[in-house]
């Protein structure tokens, strides 16, 4: 069988950009993960003959609707919304949902795609999804957001359910955003039916530590690729990129367990404090005010502001954590960390490393976490929400952060003995994919052709 998985995923890859095309996001989601796959199917030669790799690479279903809106000023306003529920073998589809203008059916997919791997990791019953639309949230009223939100979900709520389909939030979807959301589906459903949406406000369903889950996993996930290494985050220099839920409760645990946070950005620039950045003056700027980082600097003046976000890669580091959006790290930028002594990238952004950046870092030596295995946390901890809600109680948050670090220690291990069992020691991209892949793939083979 030797080469001819090799030659089945080449071919399998040309077919998925050629059908798929335009969606450049998409496509380099699958080949990662093909290429991590050939291994497996050197051994596995039935997920190929069995139809298991060609359909995990199309979505099980892909929905694309109008959203109507009016704005303040009783102007009309159109946006398109999406859902596309990738794989459902092993659960309920899940899968957060992005407001974001640069949102289109690539980004959607590829993010789906990265789902159905990151959710199997996690040990627990869900299938993968992503929805969201191009609406910007930036700037808007309240009002309006409501408004949005209302229409968006007097469509979506047809296609989702407890057992069906269950979203949450992701960029420029947070608290705000999910209470509107569930306020309209609760009205619509006339059921208080909780387990429909995740990242709830606590007085109606929420779960303790969800905030803070996909930061503090990614850090729990971190400290044990350290470990491994004999090393620690005690008085290592840590950069944060994004401003956002998983940029704020990353650097929060990271502090915690005593790294130097010294940088983080948003969408404009970024700021460098090197006496280490006071994380409540960023939760006041972004979770409370709503405004740009460069506020920063007038709390704090020793601190320096930097236009162009980008600029964040050429601070030097211990640690890197890229937690703001897809292909922030490109070649160059990894060239750049690597140079400046940067040992460990973690990352807590959808597929923030562009394939050429990855390669850079595995190929010097860096410990490298992919974001299906790093950033598993968040999806995990909504898991444990949807858990709360159906035997309808709450733990406490202590007992939900004890199972958000045993999960991310699991996916550790996981990732870390995948990637061994199959000749590829220390590469948790290749682990985290195989590990993730074949949990779904013997599902696949035991529900048939569907
Ligand atoms: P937020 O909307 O809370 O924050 C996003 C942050 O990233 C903001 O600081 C934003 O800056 C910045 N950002 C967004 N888009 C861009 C861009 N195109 N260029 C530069 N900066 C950008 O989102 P989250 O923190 O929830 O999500 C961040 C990442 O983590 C995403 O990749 C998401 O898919 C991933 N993720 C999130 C999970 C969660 O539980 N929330 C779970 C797992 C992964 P600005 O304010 O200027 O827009």
Known sequence: MTGNA???????????????????????AV???????????????????????????????????RVPWTDDTGNIRINRGFRVQFNSAIGPYKGGLRFHPSVNVGIMK?????????????????????GGSDFDPKGKSDAEVMRFCQSFMTELYRHIGQDVDVPAGDIGVGGREIGFL????????????????????LLYGGSLARKQATGYGLIYFADEMLKAKGMSFADKTVIVSGSGNVSIYAVEKAQQVGGKVVAMSDSN????????????TIKQIKEVDRK????????????????????IWTMACDIALPCATQNEINEADAKILVNNGCKVVAEGANMPTTLEGTKVFLDNGILFGPAKAANAGGVATSALEMSQNSMRLSWTFEEVDAKLKNIMINIFKNASSAAEEYGHKDNLVVGANIAGFVKVAEAMRAQGLV
């Open 182 to 201: 569930f306020g309209q589906f609760k009205r619509i459903k006339n059921a208080f039916e909780a387990g429909v949406l995740t990242g709830k406000g």
């Open 31 to 65: 080949q990662e993960v093909l290429e991590s796959l050939v291994t497996v199917l050197e051994k596995h030669p039935e997920y190929i003959e069995l139809g298991i790799v060609e359909s995990i690479v199309e979505p099980e279903r892909q929905i694309i609707f």
């Open 292 to 311: 740009r980082i460069s506020e920063y600097i007038k709390a704090h003046p020793t601190a320096e502001y930097h236009t162009g976000c980008e600029g």
């Open 110 to 130: 590829f993010l789906g795609f990265e789902q159905i791997f990151k959710n199997s990791l996690t040990g627990l019953p869900i299938g993968g999804s992503k």
């Open 269 to 280: 620039g970024y700021i460098y404090d090197a006496d280490g950045i006071k994380i409540d």
């Open 6 to 28: 090799k030659k089945y995923c080449d071919e399998l890859y040309k077919r998925v950009v050629a059908r798929n095309a335009n969606e450049p996001e998409f496509h380099q």
